[in-house]
T-cell receptor
Framework: GAVVSQHPSRVICKSGTSVKIECRSL??????MFWYRQFPKQSLMLMAT?????????EQGVEKDKFLINHASLTLSTLTVTSAHPEDSSFYIC???????????FGPGTRLTVL | GQQVMQIPQYQHVQEGEDFTTYCNSS?????IQWYKQRPGGHPVFLIQ?????EVKKQKRLTFQFGEAKKNSSLHITATQTTDVGTYFC??????????FGTGTSLTVIP
């Protein structure tokens, strides 16, 4: 299966700063990547679908100006949390869809803590 | 929007007992996937079901997709301590986006 990495694995930042999270598909060219958010002891919530070379598609209720997604290449998608606030503290996970569209491979996640 | 619920939210079983988690969608699904997430880890893909009424088995795990493609179940026979974790279903729509269920946290007591 596809190997997906995320960087950083953990980040602590001050309120009001912006944080960039990278998601890389190491051995697979991914035209589509997905970004999820998971609060403690809760389920994963799909935030947006990242499409290589085009604008991301955001789920209802997710602010596109706050969560900027850039999918500039077939192996890299970035999520930037702009002007982060404590309520943005969460576990952010990306995923890559397999070639046959019947599997999904998740990155290890990024734990964001906003002070 | 699409809602996917799972029951129970938590389940404690003695090692060797069986375990079942049920997944229900508010809308008809194109397909459904199941994942396992260990504490502190990320979701690991287990299986995908596509056909109405489909049943798939992986060793002690049995996955079922309902006839109406709105519900699914995961059954584990004779649980082991290695089965501990949270099991999520994820319902897929025609746009190939997946919406995760609320999850069932399984604890296996040795």
């Amino acid at each position: 299966g596809a190997v997906v990495s995320q960087h950083p694995s953990r980040v602590i930042c001050k309120s009001g700063t912006s944080v960039k999270i990278e998601c890389r598909s190491l051995d697979f060219q991914a035209t589509t990547m997905f970004w999820y958010r998971q609060f403690p002891k809760q389920s994963l919530m799909l935030m947006a679908t990242s499409n290589e070379g085009s604008k991301a598609t955001y789920e209802q209720g997710v602010e596109k100006d706050k969560f900027l997604i850039n999918h500039a290449s077939l192996t890299l998608s970035t999520l930037t949390v702009t002007s982060a606030h404590p309520e943005d503290s969460s576990f952010y996970i990306c995923s890559v869809r397999g070639t046959s569209w019947d599997t999904q491979y998740f990155g290890p996640g990024t734990r964001l803590t906003v002070l | 929007g699409q809602q996917v619920m799972q029951i129970p939210q938590y389940q404690h079983v003695q090692e060797g007992e069986d375990f079942t988690t049920y997944c229900n969608s508010s809308t008809t699904l194109s397909n459904i996937q199941w994942y396992k997430q260990r504490p502190g880890g990320h979701p690991v893909f287990l299986i995908q079901l596509v056909k109405s009424g489909e049943v798939k088995k992986q060793k002690r795990l049995t996955f079922q997709f309902g006839e109406a493609k709105k519900n699914s179940s995961l059954h584990i026979t004779a649980t082991q301590t290695t089965d501990v974790g949270t099991y999520f279903c994820a319902g897929g729509n025609t746009g190939n986006q997946f919406y995760f269920g609320t999850g069932t946290s399984l604890t296996v007591i040795p």
